[in-house]
């Protein structure tokens, strides 16, 4: 134990590997971040201004996108400049503050992300299966307080996650990511992190798979009701009303399945960065329909 404790170091600095060590290869990703960065910013604030501006997309499917759209375009913030930086820097070290800060930023605005997608889910439940009473059900009290009660739980949830994990003593400085990243930062560790990772899982499994059972259950629903639908113009208008939202919860769900919930391999480190690296440049497919 003596021994142990002389080795361990609290590091002020990290070094972030990133994506690639070719120089071209990092030109090549500068070109394609900065293309799918510029793309998710101006998509987003396309979304937030359209809503806010036309007035026939005041309503909760629409209050949801929004806040949807602002969490996206923060969480695209709090990663995306420093990689651009980095990936035209010799150098790609960040400060022991800034990484926990990013660490705190990312896991709370990705959290929400995942309780809004089950509010999303949510509503269209209740508008594909209780049209008639839509406007008595999600009346703007309760849109807020869900939207509020995303936010809370998304920031908490990475507080506590936060907290243990840079509690521990580190005894290295390379970080194997392109970002500060929980399951990166916990690999520096000078002790056993056994109790870290089970924490990780759990949390994982609440802010992860809590929305998939709603989304899962919602769209039960949903689909049954549709199939009841006598016209196919209506199961069609029916289905376009859920299409894209559920094409966002599938790639969002499932990348962060297979990075956090998944079986851990030798190669687990590379798949990790490669598939958050897809997850995290995403741009909201989410198309806004104006209501007839």
């Not at 209506?234 to 297979?258: D, E, N, P, Q, Y």
């Not at 909201?284 to 104006?290: A, G, M, R, V, Y």
Request: with cysteine; net charge neutral.
């Amino acid at each position: 134990m003596g021994q142990e404790n002389k080795t361990q170091t609290w590091v002020r600095e990290f070094i972030l590997l990133g994506l690639s060590s070719d120089w071209k290869m990092q030109v090549f990703l500068f070109v394609l971040v900065l293309t799918m960065y510029l793309v998710t910013l101006v998509g987003n604030v396309l979304i937030l201004l359209l809503i806010r501006l036309d007035s026939r997309l005041h309503n909760p499917m629409y209050f949801f996108l929004s806040v949807l759209s602002f969490v996206d375009l923060c969480y695209s913030n709090s990663f995306a400049p420093q990689m651009l930086a980095h990936l035209l820097s010799a150098r790609k070290s960040i400060p022991l503050y800034s990484c926990v800060l990013q660490l705190y930023i990312s896991l709370a605005l990705g959290g929400s992300e995942f309780f809004l997608l089950g509010a999303m889910a949510y509503d269209r439940y209740v508008a594909v299966c209780h049209p008639l009473h839509y406007t008595v059900i999600m009346h703007g009290q309760l849109c807020l307080g869900l939207a509020a009660g995303c936010l809370v739980v998304g920031f908490a949830n990475s507080l506590m996650e936060t907290i243990i994990t840079f509690r521990l003593p580190l005894c290295h400085s390379v970080i194997n990511h392109f970002a500060c990243e929980t399951l990166a930062v916990l690999r520096l560790a000078c002790v056993d992190v056994f109790f870290n990772k089970v924490m990780v899982a759990i949390s994982g499994f609440l802010v992860i798979m809590l929305p998939c059972s709603l989304v899962l259950f919602s769209y039960v629903r949903v689909v049954a009701a549709i199939l009841n639908i006598r016209s196919a113009q209506g199961r069609s208008k029916a289905f376009g009303t859920c299409a894209s939202h559920l094409a966002v919860v599938c790639m969002c769900f499932g990348a962060t399945i297979f990075t956090y919930l998944g079986p851990r391999s030798a190669s687990s480190e590379q798949e990790e960065k490669m598939v958050l690296y897809s997850m995290c440049t995403y741009a909201e497919p989410l198309d806004l329909q104006l209501e007839e």
